[in-house]
T-cell receptor, first 119, second 108 residues
Framework: ETGVTQSPTHLIKTRGQQVTLRCSSQ?????VSWYQQALGQGPQFIFQ???????GRGNFPPRFSGLQFPNYSSELNVNALELDDSALYLC??????????????????FGPGTRLTVL | GIQVEQSPPDLILQEGANSTLRCNFS?????LQWFHQNPWGQLINLFY???GTKQNGRLSATTVATERYSLLYISSSQTTDSGVYFC??????????FGTGTSLTVIP
């Protein structure tokens, strides 16, 4: 059983550019959630994808978008990068929709993160 | 959204000491998890515990959902326990909220 993987590990972009981050979910999981963690803070929920559809979104603007593929891997896209987008981006996989599945099946397992720096 | 507050914000322990970390949340939840974030940023799931009590080795957790709090107990702390501990909760609106974290340093 493979764990959650993310790529790239580190990324440097300039303001106004676009970036795509990738996440492969743990084997057997069908839900991927994305989080932004600024330095010294807790992770902030961006959105989750369940069976290829966005299902639940935090307080992030539309320039943050995502995709989930039939194999349940996922991408996070951020357009028109701003300096404040510099952060650690974490993805987590689980089985079942967060908040509804219950019973421990929606335990989240996190990847190692992608550190994005916007200059 | 749900407010999640953790206390204390910082904790320094001598190796071998015990500690209790607290998580208060502002509304009903149907998902509560405790995580440990190591110095390299990796988040490790410790417990899925929307209610009740669980134990795993030196760690145990209790959630009293009706009173909207959860406690994480660490016994006989080791230097490898250092890092940031997060409580996170999920609501029926398919959102997930992390707390402010407790930064733990265990000194030998």
């Amino acid at each position: 059983e493979t764990g959650v993987t993310q790529s790239p590990t580190h990324l440097i972009k300039t303001r106004g550019q676009q970036v795509t981050l990738r996440c492969s979910s743990q084997s057997g999981h069908n839900t991927v959630s994305w989080y932004q963690q600024a330095l010294g803070q807790g992770p902030q929920f961006i959105f989750q994808y369940y069976r290829e559809e966005e299902n639940g979104r935090g307080n992030f603007p539309p320039r943050f978008s995502g995709l989930q593929f039939p194999n349940y891997s996922s991408e996070l896209n951020v357009n028109a990068l701003e300096l404040d987008d510099s952060a650690l981006y974490l993805c987590a996989s689980s089985f079942g929709l967060l908040g509804l599945a219950g019973g421990g099946t929606d335990t989240q397992y996190f990847g190692p993160g992608t550190r994005l720096t916007v200059l | 959204g749900i407010q999640v507050e953790q206390s204390p914000p910082d904790l320094i322990l001598q190796e071998g000491a015990n500690s209790t970390l607290r998580c208060n949340f502002s509304d009903s939840v149907n998902n509560l998890q405790w995580f440990h974030q190591n110095p390299w940023g990796q988040l490790i799931n410790l417990f899925y515990i929307p209610s009740g009590t669980k134990q795993n080795g030196r760690l145990s957790a209790t959630t009293v959902a009706t009173e909207r709090y959860s406690l994480l107990y660490i016994s006989s702390s080791q230097t490898t326990d250092s890092g940031v501990y997060f409580c996170a909760v999920g609501d029926t609106g398919n959102q997930f909220y992390f707390g402010t974290g407790t930064s733990l340093t265990v000194i030998p």
